[in-house]
């Protein structure tokens, strides 16, 4: 059990004294230094004023080491993305830190994909990944960066490292944003978002290339969403001239009259 070590934690990292947190709950200062200094052992009262002092759940100040914690995954229970508080299926963003205890950003290869796919929430899986900083993105988000491949999102060049910020309100994504986004069925897929989560429980992905026709996704076959914010590739973007644009075009027409032509003949 992890509670004196955490109400203690809590308390410092609020700059709180004993007398502070004592008074706000109603409680003698000598029994709150008994349970800082696991000396006294709280009753079912006490464990709920603790949790609803520091907004934080009775199970997460009894099983979590939150000293343990990363300075974004603990900014995550503070803002109310508690798995226990939410009684739903939000985690805690299993991550890396350096010796200052800051999130490293880890990088996802093209190689190592199908092993994120499974070991996404395994903290043993994610500590094997490389990892690197980036001096100029905030210490206070949480970053990874994935290697997308093929054609679909050109003009960004296939193999270019994409770096996103994990978003854990998915209800809050941005129409016409690009995410990066983690699916069982799929695996990693690098979109830019149609959010249709609130009337119909899904996302419409749409690629930056013409040539891909946009798809939907049901939120409930999603299991990470990172924010993109930029990428990194020795490749120059490729220049969609006019004479590509007419090509995409007969392309998008005969694949039309293809499906035209297969649905008369039942296909």
């Known amino acids: ?20 947190v004592a008074t706000a709950i109603s409680m003698k200062r000598s029994t709150l230094s008994g349970y800082e200094n696991n000396v006294a052992h709280p009753g079912l009262e006490a464990l709920i004023l603790f949790s609803n002092y520091f907004n934080i759940a009775i199970d997460t100040l009894i099983r979590t080491d939150l000293s343990s914690l990363s300075e974004s995954q603990l900014r995550q229970i503070e803002r ?27 990088l996802v290869s093209e190689k190592a994909k199908a092993g994120y796919t499974g070991g996404f929430a395994d903290p ?4 094997i990944l490389p990892t690197f900083r980036l001096p100029f993105l905030s210490r206070e ?3 990874r960066t994935f290697q997308v491949s093929g054609d679909s999102m050109l003009p960004i060049p296939d193999g270019s490292w994409v770096t996103g910020v994990f ?7 941005r129409d016409k944003d690009a995410y990066i986004i983690l ?3 799929e695996g990693i897929v690098f979109k830019v ?7 119909d429980g899904k996302l419409v992905l749409h690629s930056l290339n013409p040539l891909y026709e946009p798809y939907d996704i049901r939120i409930k076959d999603i299991r990470e969403i990172w924010q993109f914010v930029h990428y990194i590739s020795p490749k120059l973007p490729e220049n969609l001239n006019s004479e590509n644009y007419h090509l ?20």
């Open 1 to 20: 059990m992890f509670f004196s070590n955490n109400i203690k934690f809590l308390r410092k990292r609020r700059g709180r004294t004993q007398d502070d």
């Open 80 to 106: 109310g993305y508690d798995v226990y508080l939410k009684g739903s299926n939000l985690r805690v963003l299993a991550t890396t830190v350096n010796a200052s205890n800051e999130d490293n950003i880890e």
């Open 124 to 127: 043993e899986y994610i500590s």
């Open 141 to 143: 988000k949480k970053y």
């Open 167 to 173: 978003i854990q309100d998915w209800t809050t994504l």
């Open 183 to 185: 699916t069982m069925e």
């Open 193 to 199: 978002v149609e959010n249709r989560i609130k009337p």
């Open 248 to 267: 995409v075009e007969t392309v998008r027409q005969l694949r039309n009259d293809i499906r035209a032509i297969q649905t008369r003949l039942n296909i």
